[in-house]
């Protein structure tokens, strides 16, 4: 038994020096990185504009890729792709961590309309969540400006928005959803 415990001991020991150091990500990097962000997605990722996504809130891991696809051209968006170029895998950690750490603002929207669509949206809720906050890789809808959501579920029908877990849907989902 003594020399199961040493081997155990050794074997501990010898992992602890294999394990490569993980940085955690920078919430203060992130923030003053943020500064090239707040004009179009606002001031601690609260957009005022239904142009542009909240990103307060939203799940790192979503924002971690988003920001992944942008830069590797496989999300067609000019800007987002001129803002993304640039980034390092910190840099893009660091906003996220900065961003899924700030506090969601609602985004307003008609509350008759959204209590006529609750029904429609459980088809939703097994990636986003029950209460649409998101999980990992899936992304926060609640707090979303209902008008960009609009906008993305539309392109995501038409084709011009690309991601492996939307395009899996039936085409009638997105009609499904936009008729709420």
């Known amino acids: 038994m ?15 020096f294999c394990v490569q150091p993980v940085s955690a990500a920078d919430i203060k990097a992130g923030a003053q990185k943020a500064a090239m962000c707040l004009g179009c997605h606002g001031q601690n990722g609260n957009s005022s ?3 542009w996504p909240n990103l307060a809130g939203q799940q ?5 890729n988003q920001l992944k696809a942008f830069k590797s051209g496989d999300r067609n968006n000019p800007m987002m792709q001129s803002m993304a170029a640039n980034l390092s895998d910190d840099d893009m950690n ?13 985004a307003g929207g008609d509350q008759a309309l959204a209590q006529s669509g609750k029904a429609k949206a459980g088809m939703c ?12 890789q899936f992304p926060r809808l609640a707090g979303q400006h209902p008008d960009y959501l609009t906008s993305q579920l539309k392109s995501f029908k038409e084709g011009s928005r690309k ?10 989902w ?6 709420l």
Do not use: R
Request: overall charge positive; hydrophobic content about 40%.
């Open 2 to 16: 003594d020399s199961f415990k040493k081997y155990l001991s050794l074997a501990v020991l010898l992992i602890s």
């Open 49 to 51: 504009n239904a142009q």
């Open 94 to 106: 660091n906003l996220a961590a900065y961003f899924s750490s700030q506090k969601t603002a609602s």
């Open 60 to 64: 790192a891991t979503y924002i971690v």
């Open 125 to 136: 809720f097994g990636c986003h969540g029950t209460s649409a906050e998101g999980k990992g």
């Open 174 to 179: 997105p009609q499904k959803i936009l008729t």
């Open 163 to 172: 991601s492996g877990p939307m395009q899996a849907l039936p085409p009638a």
